[in-house]
């Protein structure tokens, strides 16, 4: 079987690629992304040496680059990962959100239309391929926002709220309509919030990881009540897997674990935990920048506590809750999350600390510029 997985060298995309090729051993992977400042090809310097693995270099809006990569590959598979995924710059540049998240989509939906069809029925409809499918990966934002009580069910009505989920909300639209239209085999993933190895430190957990090693405040927005449901993100891709080879053709489901926490517990619990290794395991103290020696010849990690915390101005328009009911992946597919949120923080947070090469390597570009025109007024 061959994938075309786009986006494939972003966060939740890299640890799909690496989740396909340990579990499917018939798997041949196209990774197809334009490397923007999200998408890192060190993520998967491995998987690449690997025969089963191609990397095109491509945007998902470039028609000529989407139609030689079907030319070029038989693909049967297109999930698409691919996408501008940040709500802070989504406020910032609202129209790069929407051509890369509606238009791209949309270009590679009719990309796959054109390799996938062999013709037209007696009703004017397209011929599809045997065994060919395409999955857009989307997200619960696309609901909007909740109060204290309720879930987002796949029948929730779609009532994005910021560019970025407007935009995405905008691809699913037209992925529904080129399954109703064309009768394009498709299916729509909508998932909470992912955490784990490789998230871009521009995101709030692998943000404020990297804020603590570095010795600088942790910005909280607004009074940190806002609830987000975290999934770790291998989670998420054995969902999609599940979603891709056995959910049904048109259906949309939702991805979630029921793991809601406010924020400010959040930024609490990475503080809390990373001063606990630090306190077990000396060694990782090296990581730290702030290298400051106490009387008995350690390096201090006094200063790791709930004073980082600096509360900043809240983000425009701030979704105050998102929380999503599984109930149809779980029953129709026998989906469930297997990592717990306190085994996958820690895992996750020891993965920032043996990787801090990765780290520096992705906020060695344009990072520091992003984070000082984000943070500098707030
Ligand atoms: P990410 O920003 O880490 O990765 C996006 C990848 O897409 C990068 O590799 C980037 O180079 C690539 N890309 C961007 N624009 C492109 C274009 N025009 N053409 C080709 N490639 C392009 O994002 P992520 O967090 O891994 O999210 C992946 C997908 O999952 C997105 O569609 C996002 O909306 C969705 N999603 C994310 C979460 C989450 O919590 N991170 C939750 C639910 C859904
Ligand atoms: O729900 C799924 C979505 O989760 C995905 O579709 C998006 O691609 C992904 O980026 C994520 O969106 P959020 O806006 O929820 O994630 P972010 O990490 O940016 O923020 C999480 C919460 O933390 C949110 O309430 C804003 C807050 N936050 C964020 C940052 C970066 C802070 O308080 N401080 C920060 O510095």
Not at 125 to 149: A, C, F, H, M, N
Not at 224 to 235: A, Q, T
Request: charged fraction near 25%.
């Amino acid at each position: 079987m061959t994938y075309l997985i786009t986006g494939g060298a972003g966060f939740i995309g890299s640890n799909f690629v690496k989740y396909m090729l340990a579990t499917h051993p018939d798997a041949k992977l196209i990774v197809y992304d334009a490397l923007t400042y999200a998408g890192n090809l060190g993520t998967l310097a491995e998987e690449l040496k690997n025969p089963r693995v191609t990397f095109v270099k491509g945007d998902i809006c470039d028609r000529d680059m989407t139609e030689k990569v079907f030319s070029d590959y038989e693909i049967e598979y297109v999930v698409n990962f691919a996408a501008e995924s940040h709500v802070d710059r989504s406020i910032e540049n609202p129209q790069l959100f929407l051509q890369v998240n509606v238009l791209g989509t949309q270009n590679l939906l009719d990309t796959a239309k054109k390799y996938w069809t062999t013709g037209k029925d007696e009703n004017n409809y397209p011929i599809w391929r045997e065994g060919v499918k395409y999955l857009q990966v989307s997200t619960d934002e696309v609901y909007g926002s909740l109060g204290e009580e309720g879930f987002f069910t796949e029948t929730t009505p779609l009532d994005p709220r910021s560019p970025y989920s407007a935009a995405k909300a905008g691809g699913d639209l037209i992925v529904r309509a080129y399954g109703e239209t064309y009768r394009m085999p498709v299916n729509i993933t909508r998932c909470s919030n992912n955490y784990g190895p490789y998230h871009f430190p521009e995101k709030l957990i692998p943000l404020i990881i990297r804020n603590i090693l570095a010795g600088k405040q942790l910005p909280v927005y607004g009074d940190g009540s806002n609830v987000r449901d975290w999934l770790y993100v291998e989670d998420h891709c054995k969902a999609i897997d599940a979603v891709l080879h056995r959910g049904r053709l048109d259906e949309v489901y939702n991805i979630g674990g029921h793991n809601e926490e406010k924020n400010i517990e959040i930024v609490r619990l990475v503080i809390k935990t990373i001063r606990e290794i630090m306190e077990k395991e000396p060694k990782y103290r090296e990581v730290l920048k702030k290298k400051e020696i106490t009387a008995d010849g350690t390096i201090d990690i006094s200063w790791i506590n709930d004073d980082l915390i600096s509360f900043v101005k809240d983000r425009q328009g701030h979704d105050q809750r998102y929380a999503i009911d599984p109930t149809k992946i779980s029953e129709e597919l026998g989906w469930l999350p297997e990592t717990t949120f306190d085994e996958g923080i820690v895992k996750t947070i020891y993965w920032y600390l043996d990787n801090q090469q990765w780290v520096e390597e992705v906020t060695s570009g344009d990072y520091m510029k992003y984070y000082e025109q984000m943070y500098h007024n707030r």
